[in-house]
């Protein structure tokens, strides 16, 4: 019995574990900034030109919660006019192994789909 409630009280945490990181993920565009992000800092008009469908208000709203969690930097430069850089930080850089593995599995979900539509 024993067994038994450390199997549903490690269960339950990795619940949690995972429900703190869909909160902080979650959204339809949070990880899409961060894969751009991934391929480089970009200015704000960068994101949103890369990022299509978003907001200027949305991205906004993204983008500060993000820095919120600590998973990007925003640096002012010193231009005129004023212009604002986005980059990864280094806490952030440990969910490139998730991001890449989900972006396998997206592909190869895609290959899976059309494979089984065609049959």
């Not at 890369?50 to 969690?69: A, F, P, Y």
């Not at 850089?85 to 895609?110: K, M, Q």
């Amino acid at each position: 019995m024993t067994e038994d409630k450390e199997k549903i009280k490690a269960c339950i945490n990795k619940v949690r574990a995972i429900a703190d990181t869909m909160y902080v993920l979650g959204g339809k565009w949070k990880m899409h900034i961060l894969v751009a992000l991934y391929f480089g800092s970009k200015r704000y008009s960068d994101l949103l030109e890369v990022v299509e469908g978003i907001s200027g208000k949305m991205l906004s709203r993204e983008l500060k919660e993000m820095e919120t969690n600590l998973l990007i930097k925003r640096t002012v430069l010193g231009t005129r006019p004023v212009s604002v850089r986005y980059e990864l930080t280094e806490y952030c850089e440990n969910l490139v192994p998730v991001i890449s593995s989900l972006a396998d599995w997206g592909f190869a979900h895609r290959k899976e789909i059309r494979k089984n539509a065609g049959a």
